[in-house]
């Protein structure tokens, strides 16, 4: 809204430029969907990077608090989507990770 005012010249002064955007495609997405429904407990959050096989959420019993699932990372990249709720059904997207096109560690 900022830099509209200032283009429109309703702003005057400085103001940081916009980070570039990037279109990103369906392919560059990995979905993380726990096998089992349960206590969602998040270990990242949005804007997160994470490399393959790190864990990022576990899935916990409902009645005795029991880790059901540990879900780690299929891939190097950036986490943009965080399920928000406390309960999640099974094969229900919980995580999204936009790939990184990088050498293996290296974030």
Not at 13 to 37: L, M, Y
Not at 51 to 79: K, M, N
């Amino acid at each position: 809204m900022l830099r509209y005012m200032r283009a429109e010249g309703i702003l005057s002064g400085e103001i940081e430029p916009a980070p570039a955007s990037v279109i990103v495609s369906d392919r560059q997405i990995a979905s993380v969907r726990p096998e089992k429904a349960g206590f969602f407990r998040p270990l990242v959050k949005p804007g997160d990077r994470v490399l393959a096989h790190q864990p990022i959420a576990r899935l916990e019993e409902v009645y005795f608090g029991q880790t059901l699932e540990e879900l780690v990372s299929p891939c190097d990249g950036i986490v943009f989507f965080v399920h928000d709720e406390p309960l999640t059904y099974a094969n229900t997207a919980v995580c999204k990770i936009i790939r990184c096109e990088t050498p293996a560690g290296v974030l």
